[in-house]
């Protein structure tokens, strides 16, 4: 695999505050990554450092073979950004700010159209930004991240203010980027519907990296219980409840739902259990423990 991206402990201050502490983190081509942290974690900064508007106090970083900081322009032209807040000229249309950016990162304006379509403004691309919706701009926002083609995509909160059928669209154009090798980095609060897309996520808290693999890696690590949800048929709930030996370490959903905690090393022989009561219990469900979850798990144990 090819690393896209090289920090090497990076630190970052803003007077005697500390942004990024010895932030070390490698990117490979065609991966999708979730940053995650709380506000002020430091995952804007990390962004800004990638993609060299500041500059690191200590550590060292290499975006696609070079230091950002140099402002190499066969590097800027393969980077696509989207902030946090995109803030575009109001008065312009949708076609007219993109072609602007097409112009600044050297390409034609052919590709304005085929990027509009892409994102869902086709027919709006001859309106001007200042009528669209929080959503349009977003998506205006998007489109002008993928000029040009990048092999490294850096979304900022990119799915905020987007409608659910928005959101899934979204995923689709960060999955077809990914499948063409793109390396996609994106920071967001919105863990459950990251949960899907990313092959790896990365968890900062004040600065520091306090987790980092795929969320099956975060699983083991964190050994947590999943959760085993059960069906029974009316009026057996009590009957199953005795059957399994359940004392206590479960909760009553309903009249004929049961949920137990069970560490992975339990689960399978309980399942195996369970699915032997066949007249009595009609479905088993296992819920492995979620993004969100895992996530104040590791920040729960940061914290201890
Ligand atoms: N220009 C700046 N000047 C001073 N302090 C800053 C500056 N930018 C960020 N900080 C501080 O650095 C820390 C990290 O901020 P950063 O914006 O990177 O966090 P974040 O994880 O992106 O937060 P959010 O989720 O709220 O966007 C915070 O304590 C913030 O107050």
Same mark, same amino acid.
């Given at each position: 695999?090819?690393?896209?991206?090289?920090?090497?402990?990076?630190?970052?201050?803003?007077?005697?505050? !500390? *942004?990024?502490?010895?932030?070390?983190?490698?990117? #490979?081509?065609?991966?999708?990554?979730?940053?995650?942290g709380?506000n002020?974690?430091?995952?804007?900064?990390l962004?800004?450092? !990638?993609?060299?508007?500041?500059?690191?106090?200590?550590?060292?970083?290499?975006?696609?073979?070079?230091d950002?900081?140099?402002?190499?322009a066969?590097? &800027?032209r393969?980077?696509?950004?989207? /902030?946090?807040? !995109?803030?575009?000229?109001?008065?312009?249309?949708?076609?007219?700010?993109?072609s602007?950016y *097409?112009?600044?990162?050297?390409?034609?304006?052919?590709?304005?159209r085929? $990027?509009?379509?892409?994102?869902? +403004?086709?027919?709006?691309?001859? =309106? =001007?930004?200042?009528?669209?919706?929080?959503?349009? &701009?977003?998506?205006?926002?998007?489109?002008?991240?993928?000029?040009?083609k990048?092999? $490294?995509? +850096?979304?900022?909160?990119?799915?905020?203010?987007?409608? /659910? *059928?928005?959101?899934?669209?979204?995923? #689709?154009i960060? @999955?077809?980027?990914?499948d063409?090798?793109?390396?996609?980095?994106?920071?967001?609060? *919105?863990?459950?519907?990251?949960?899907?897309?990313?092959?790896?996520?990365?968890?900062?808290?004040?600065?520091?990296?306090?987790?980092d693999?795929?969320?099956?890696?975060? &699983?083991?690590?964190?050994?947590?219980?999943?959760?085993? @949800? +059960?069906?029974?048929?009316?009026g057996e709930?009590?009957? !199953?409840?005795?059957?399994?030996?359940?004392?206590?370490c479960?909760?009553?959903?309903?009249?004929?739902?049961?949920?137990?905690?069970?560490?992975?090393?339990?689960?399978?022989?309980?399942?195996?259990?369970?699915?032997?009561?066949?007249?009595?219990v009609?479905?088993?469900?296992?819920? /492995?423990?979620? $993004?969100?979850?895992?996530?104040a798990?590791?920040?729960?144990?940061?914290?201890?």
């Amino acid at each position: 695999m090819t690393s896209n991206v090289k920090l090497d402990a990076v630190v970052k201050r803003y007077g005697a505050r !500390v *942004a990024t502490d010895q932030f070390s983190l490698v990117l #490979e081509e065609g991966e999708t990554i979730a940053l995650v942290g709380h506000n002020g974690a430091g995952k804007t900064t990390l962004i800004k450092l !990638v993609l060299g508007l500041i500059r690191p106090d200590a550590g060292t970083i290499c975006v696609l073979g070079s230091d950002p900081a140099r402002g190499d322009a066969e590097v &800027r032209r393969s980077l696509g950004y989207l /902030p946090e807040n !995109v803030a575009f000229n109001l008065a312009l249309t949708g076609r007219e700010t993109l072609s602007f950016y *097409a112009r600044l990162k050297g390409e034609s304006g052919g590709v304005v159209r085929d $990027l509009l379509e892409h994102v869902g +403004l086709g027919e709006a691309g001859g =309106r =001007r930004v200042g009528t669209y919706s929080k959503g349009m &701009r977003q998506r205006l926002g998007l489109a002008q991240a993928l000029i040009g083609k990048p092999r $490294l995509l +850096l979304l900022d909160e990119p799915t905020t203010g987007l409608d /659910p *059928a928005l959101r899934q669209h979204f995923y #689709e154009i960060v @999955r077809a980027l990914r499948d063409e090798g793109c390396t996609v980095l994106i920071s967001s609060h *919105a863990l459950a519907e990251m949960e899907g897309y990313a092959d790896r996520v990365v968890i900062m808290d004040q600065g520091r990296k306090i987790a980092d693999g795929s969320i099956d890696d975060l &699983r083991r690590i964190a050994s947590m219980p999943s959760r085993i @949800r +059960l069906r029974t048929a009316p009026g057996e709930l009590q009957q !199953v409840e005795t059957h399994l030996g359940l004392n206590g370490c479960h909760r009553r959903l309903s009249d004929t739902t049961i949920e137990v905690n069970l560490a992975s090393s339990q689960k399978i022989q309980f399942i195996h259990h369970a699915a032997a009561l066949e007249d009595q219990v009609l479905d088993i469900d296992v819920l /492995p423990p979620s $993004l969100d979850e895992l996530y104040a798990h590791f920040l729960n144990g940061r914290a201890a």
